[in-house]
């Protein structure tokens, strides 16, 4: 296990954000949340690659409803820091949405342009219904009206990694939530 201790160590680990016993104990706040206001339903749960692939792995798991998983990928153009607003599909969900209870998993919400393409995309599709469960938000940055349903962490205006989150394909398998220093 990586601790803070270890970072101090370390200094090419990032600076710890959230530990992975605070992960944990939000993830599970979380899924008992969604599984008791899904009760007696069935969830289609679409992953946003891959920034949210090892958040969605441990939300998964701790939820009481029957579900099925489904993933779909976008990219955007531009900076790779900051998404640049044009936003494309690379990966397409392969399940029928229409009529479902669809729960969109994100890493994180930054200025909204990614998740806000991907939620109208949806849509057009006629879910049952649609909601938002992010890990991360960074409300100061955010450029849409778009909020999660359910947010995990509200975290600073600071680049993080770890948890599946990545610079340049980096830290994604970081199991704590560090950032990165200017
Ligand atoms: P948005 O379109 O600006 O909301 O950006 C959302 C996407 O940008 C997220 O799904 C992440 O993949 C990426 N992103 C935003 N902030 C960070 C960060 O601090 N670290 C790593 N990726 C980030
Ligand atoms: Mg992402």
Not at 12 to 20: D, H, I, R, W, Y
Not at 28 to 44: M, T
Not at 68 to 95: I, P, R
């Amino acid at each position: 296990m990586v601790s803070a201790e270890s970072v101090d160590r370390n200094p090419g680990l990032p600076a710890v954000l959230l530990t992975e016993e605070q992960i944990a104990t939000r993830v599970r706040e979380l899924a008992e949340q969604i599984s008791a206001d899904y009760a007696g339903r069935e969830l289609l749960v679409i992953g946003v690659l891959k920034g949210s692939w090892v958040f969605l792995a441990d939300l998964v798991r701790l939820l009481t409803v029957p579900l099925a998983v489904d993933f779909t990928m976008v990219s955007s153009y531009g900076a790779n820091t900051e998404s640049s607003g044009e936003v494309k599909t690379v990966l397409d969900v392969k399940c029928r949405v229409e009529g479902r209870d669809v729960l969109v998993v994100e890493d994180i919400i930054d200025t909204g342009l990614t998740l806000n393409y991907i939620v109208d995309n949806l849509r057009l599709r006629q879910p049952r219904s649609l909601k938002i469960v992010a890990l991360m938000d960074k409300p100061a940055r955010r450029r849409v009206g778009i909020s999660a349903d359910y947010v995990g962490f509200e975290v600073p205006d600071r680049f993080v990694v770890g948890y599946g989150v990545d610079l340049a394909e980096q830290y994604r398998a970081l199991p704590y939530v560090g950032y990165i220093e200017e």
